[in-house]
Structures are given as structure tokens and as C-alpha cells.
Nanobody
Framework: QVHLVESGGGLVQPGGSLRLSCAAS????????MGWYRQAPGEERELVAT???????VYADSVKGRFTISRDNAKNTVALQMNSLKPEDTAVYYC???????????????WGQGIQVTVSS
């Protein structure tokens, strides 16, 4: 199994910054994509940003220019630097990883437990 552990959420005022981190562990042979999704109350889970092992990134339009995803392939970690936060960024943020599990010899897709980010004055 592959486990993801997130850290770094919390309460921040509008215009402030937060940095989320996620570490993957377990029977990882390789990770193709790591990224972040979020889910606000009453809403569906949506993509925030993803990064491939080759360095390609994708961002939701709503966070472009404010959020930056970074990844350490050697350490199986991914971070999300969130600047100029807005109240509408309030959500539970989930780390996601997709790759190959060497124990089951099959692809995996794992989620973290989720971490709360609240932007409020």
C-alpha cells in the first residue's frame, strides 16, 4: 500500500500565505503524478494543481499566479505554496499520488486524509 500524509493547513487571513506538504510512503516503485485537490462544503472535489515526474504542472484557473506546486521525486514529496489566499480558497485539501506499487505489481492511486485550510478575517 501507499500512504500519503499531509501537513501545513490552518487558519489564515485573506491575502496571507500557507504551505501544504505531503509525503508518500509504502511500496512505491514509481510515482507518475502527485498533486492537490480540494473540496469545499457542499461542493465536489476539484483539482488544484498537479505535477508529473517529468516536471509538467497543471493548475486550476482559479489559483494560477497565486499557488505554486513543487515536488521532490527522490523523497516522494510534494508541496503547495499558497499565496494571496482568498476566502473562496477555504476547503479541505487532499494530496493525491498515482504510480506503480511494486508489491501488488499494479498501478495505484492514493489519497491523503485531507487537511483543512480556512481563509477568514
Amino acid at each position: 500500500q501507499v500512504h500519503l500524509v499531509e501537513s501545513g493547513g490552518g487558519l489564515v487571513q485573506p491575502g496571507g500565505s500557507l504551505r501544504l506538504s505531503c509525503a508518500a510512503s509504502g511500496s512505491i516503485f514509481s510515482i507518475r503524478t502527485m498533486g492537490w485537490y480540494r473540496q469545499a462544503p457542499g461542493e465536489e472535489r476539484e483539482l488544484v494543481a498537479t505535477s508529473t515526474s517529468g516536471g509538467s504542472t497543471v493548475y486550476a484557473d482559479s489559483v494560477k499566479g497565486r499557488f505554486t506546486i513543487s515536488r521532490d521525486n527522490a523523497k516522494n514529496t510534494v508541496a503547495l505554496q499558497m499565496n494571496s489566499l482568498k476566502p473562496e480558497d477555504t476547503a479541505v485539501y487532499y494530496c493525491n499520488a498515482q504510480g506503480f506499487d511494486y508489491v501488488i505489481s499494479a498501478d495505484f492511486r492514493s489519497w491523503g486524509q485531507g487537511i483543512q485550510v480556512t481563509v477568514s478575517s
